[in-house]
Nanobody, 113 residues
Framework: QVQLVESGGGLVQPGGSLRLPCTAV????????MGWYRQAPGKQRELVAT??????TMYADSVKGRFTISRDNAKTVLLQMNSLNAEDTAVYYC????????WGQGTQVTVSS
C-alpha cells in the first residue's frame, strides 16, 4: 500500500506563488510516475503536471510556463506554482502511479484578492 502526504495549500493573491510538496510512504517502487491533479467546483479532476522516475515531465497547457514539477527521489515531488490566477483555484491532489493509482487527501488552493 502507498499513502501520500500533501501540504502547502492555502490562500494566495493573484500573481502570487505556492509550493506543494508530496511524499509517498509505504511500498514505494522506484520506477513510478508521480504528479498533481486538481478539481475545481463543478468540474472534473484534471491533470496539472506529472514527472516520471526518469525525470520526464508533462504539463497541462493551462499551467505551462507558470508551474514546475520536480522530484528529489522516488518518493518526493514538489509542484512550484507561480503567477497564480483565479482559474487555478481548486483542490489539488497528489498522485502516485505504479500499476494502480494512489491519491492524497487533497489540499485546497484558493487564489483571490
Amino acid at each position: 500500500q502507498v499513502q501520500l502526504v500533501e501540504s502547502g495549500g492555502g490562500l494566495v493573491q493573484p500573481g502570487g506563488s505556492l509550493r506543494l510538496p508530496c511524499t509517498a510512504v509505504g511500498l514505494i517502487v522506484s520506477t513510478n510516475v508521480m504528479g498533481w491533479y486538481r478539481q475545481a467546483p463543478g468540474k472534473q479532476r484534471e491533470l496539472v503536471a506529472t514527472i516520471s522516475s526518469g525525470g520526464r515531465t508533462m504539463y497541462a497547457d493551462s499551467v505551462k510556463g507558470r508551474f514546475t514539477i520536480s522530484r528529489d527521489n522516488a518518493k518526493t515531488v514538489l509542484l512550484q506554482m507561480n503567477s497564480l490566477n483565479a482559474e487555478d483555484t481548486a483542490v489539488y491532489y497528489c498522485n502516485y502511479r505504479y500499476i494502480s493509482d494512489y491519491w492524497g487527501q487533497g489540499t485546497q488552493v484558493t487564489v483571490s484578492s
